[in-house]
């Protein structure tokens, strides 16, 4: 079975720019999470999706939103960057909710200049 | 809301000696509680969870970890490290009556020849 993949792997973005990061769950998954991680630091919680529908957030601004689609993949869209957005974008995805444990992906390498 | 703490950001040890890196919980009893380690420049792999019942737990790798109420600890150990085991080590309740993973700061473990 493949895993969570996302794309891209790494982005270069220009402060006040928009930017979309990509992610396809594992197979079977329907709970797809976005995390934050910078540099030194534990993943942030950002939002969760499951079966379409935002069924969470963490504390972060109004730019930062999401998709999930009918096949559950997911998008992360961040508005306005910022130089403080610049980060490791951590996808995950669970069958059903959390319980089962997250599988996350690589991430994409977010450069905010 | 849910919390953890990980003490020791960075821990060293020699190959072939005890692994011991410590987490502990807010004082909620989380629903499950997990272990993830993260290679450079790479996303999150699940070492193992905690459920409900069983208070020791084992993962892959070698690693194991024990669920002690009475001291909200979640400690991850491994009887001998191997130099494959040098990565950054994340405790990770999960939110009641949520379910976003809260993560904790990360121990880097180094294991020198």
């Known amino acids: 079975e493949t895993g969570v993949t996302q794309s891209p792997t790494h982005l270069i973005k220009t402060r006040g720019q928009q930017v979309t990061l990509r992610c396809s769950s594992q197979s079977g998954h329907n709970t797809v999470s976005w995390y934050q991680q910078a540099l030194g630091q534990g993943p942030q919680f950002i939002f969760q999706y499951y079966r379409e529908e935002e069924n969470g957030r963490g504390n972060f601004p109004p730019r930062f939103s999401g998709l999930q689609f009918p096949n559950y993949s997911s998008e992360l869209n961040v508005n306005a960057l910022e130089l403080d957005d610049s980060a490791l974008y951590l996808c995950?995805?669970?069958?059903?909710?959390?319980?089962?444990?997250?599988?996350f992906g690589s991430g994409t390498r977010l450069t905010v200049v | 809301a849910q919390s953890v703490t990980q003490l020791g950001s960075h821990v060293s040890v020699s190959e072939g000696a005890l692994v011991l890196l410590r987490c502990n919980y807010s004082s909620s009893v989380p629903p499950y509680l997990f272990w993830y380690v993260q290679y450079p420049n790479q996303g999150l792999q699940l070492l193992l969870k905690?459920?409900?019942?069983?208070?020791l737990v084992k993962g892959i790798n070698g690693f194991e970890a024990e669920f002690k109420k009475s001291e909200t600890s979640f400690h991850l150990t491994k009887p001998s490290a191997h130099m494959s085991d040098a990565a950054e080590y994340f405790c990770a309740p999960m939110n009641t009556g949520f379910q976003k993973l809260v993560f904790g700061t990360g121990t880097r473990l180094l294991v020198s020849p």
């Open positions: 905690y459920t409900t019942g069983a208070t």
């Open positions: 995950a995805s669970s069958p059903r909710g959390g319980g089962y444990g997250y599988t």
